[in-house]
């Protein structure tokens, strides 16, 4: 954490000096602050202008309005400033994990996409990639929805007595399904908005730090970063197809719905172990 100093006048004309604990980077954000923070984050598209958001953070972040009344044009910029990755990144942090919609609960993936099957990860990025297709740019929001329904879905029935079972796949959500996703993507149709960007950009950050995390630098080196960041250029279609090749995980489609996460490892380790075995001819 770090500390922004505030300085003020008290009634007798001196100075009276403060501080404020403000979060470095999203792994200092607490649930608690973020869903302090959810409304003024998510709250419409296009969003307010970024300058009265920042406004609203540092009203939010200094705690009382007779503080912030106080403060000068340049301590309210110094203190937005210090926590500018709250408005200029998003959180690959589920810090909400689940939210309420006509009496079903539907549960996001775990925080980074731990428990994200490969076919859902390329669904969900299919569909980011046509979001702003349309003219004016405007969000496509049938698109937006189909994302939503893809990542977000209800609990596994029995799921209590199931996740003590060895079959157990790490994942409360019940199994992807192309079909229900389609249905449950109408029904979104009528899901707050602030939802719907929330879970946009959580799946934004999780793809940004997948191709960029050092524990997968094998798998995305940087002169194919852009492959993959490219949605129109197949990059994730064609890594599945490389994968289920190998017959490792089983066939087509028993490869599509493995772990993201456990794929995109062992490919990293069989990369890593080719080089060595290379530098050792």
Same mark, same amino acid.
């Given at each position: ?19 404020? @604990?403000?979060?470095?980077? !999203?792994?200092?954000?607490s649930d608690k602050l973020f869903k302090n923070l ?77 428990n994200a099957c490969f076919l859902e990860f390329i669904?969900?990025? *299919?569909?980011?990639?046509?979001? *702003? ?8 929001? @049938? ?13 596994? +029935?029995? !799921? !209590? ?36 960007? &929330? ?5 934004? *950050? ?7 995390s050092l524990d997968y630098n094998r798998v995305f ?7 993959? @960041?490219?949605? @129109?250029?197949?990059? !994730? ?6 994968? *289920? ?12 719905? &493995? ?5 995109? +490892? ?12 290379? +530098?050792?001819?």
């Open positions: 954490m770090q500390r922004a100093i505030i300085s003020k006048n008290s009634g007798d004309n001196s100075t009276v000096l403060s501080s404020i @604990e403000l979060p470095e980077n !999203w792994s200092q954000v959810f409304k003024i984050l998510y709250q419409a598209f296009p969003a307010p202008d970024i300058s009265k958001i920042r406004v609203q953070l540092v009203k939010y972040l200094v705690g009382k309005r007779s503080v912030f009344r106080r403060l000068s044009p340049d301590q309210i910029y110094d203190i937005s400033n210090a926590a500018r990755f709250l408005v200029e990144t998003s959180s690959p942090i589920a810090h909400y994990t689940s939210f309420k919609f006509r009496f079903t609960r539907y549960y996001l993936p775990e925080s980074h996409l731990y669904y969900a990025d *299919a569909f980011l990639a046509n979001l *702003a297709l349309e003219e004016g740019n405007k969000i496509n929001l @049938e698109q937006l929805d189909m994302m939503v329904a893809t990542l977000c879905r209800p609990q596994k +029935t029995f !799921w !209590w007595y199931r996740k003590n079972l060895a079959s157990n796949d790490g994942d409360n959500r019940q199994r992807f399904n192309p079909a229900l996703m389609k249905k449950r993507a109408k029904k979104f149709r009528k899901l707050p908005l602030q939802w719907k960007l &929330y879970v946009l950009a959580f799946f934004i *950050a999780c793809k940004h730090e997948i191709i960029n080196p940087r002169e194919k970063k852009q492959d993959f @960041e490219d949605h @129109e250029s197949g990059g !994730w279609i064609q890594l599945l197809k490389d994968v *289920a090749s190998t017959r490792l995980y089983g066939n087509y489609d028993e490869t599509a719905y &493995y772990n993201l996460h456990t794929i995109l +490892t062992n490919l990293q380790d069989e990369l890593v172990r080719q080089e060595k075995m290379k +530098t050792k001819r």
